[in-house]
């Protein structure tokens, strides 16, 4: 069984960082594009960030020239680097993983979520 498994969320100030880390676990599987979303209260949950296979990104306005995602291949992790945070960039953070299972198929994948607060 394939989980994904989050990290590195809190509590930081406007203007400050952080750095979310997902790691998916288990075995025979191959994973595909990989991504972070976001969902803040009254909302709903939005795309932030997606990275393919092969490294290709892509960001939602909001967070272009702020934040970065990348992966590690070897360790099946993605990450979201998150500089000048802002208060409306509060909210809980998803990863998300397209991910084929070998004699199975082909699944869609979220972490369990990671709580980002920004305020002063």
């Known amino acids: 069984q394939v989980q994904l498994v989050e990290s590195g969320g809190g509590l930081v100030q406007p203007g400050g960082s952080l750095r979310l880390s997902c790691a998916a676990s288990?075995?025979?599987?191959?994973?595909?594009?990989m991504g972070w979303y976001r969902q803040a209260p009254g909302k709903q949950r939005e795309v932030v960030a997606l990275?393919?296979?092969?490294?290709?990104?892509k960001y939602v306005d909001s967070v272009k020239g702020r934040f970065t995602v990348s992966r590690d291949n070897a360790k099946n992790t993605v990450y979201l680097q998150m500089n000048s945070l802002k208060p409306e960039d509060t909210a809980v953070y998803y990863c998300?993983?397209?991910?084929?299972?070998?004699?199975?198929?082909?699944?869609?994948?979220w972490g369990q979520g990671t709580q980002v607060t920004v305020s002063s």
């Open positions: 288990g075995s025979d599987f191959s994973i595909y594009a």
């Open positions: 998300n993983a397209d991910i084929y299972v070998h004699g199975r198929g082909e699944y869609d994948y």
């Open positions: 990275i393919s296979s092969d490294g290709n990104t």
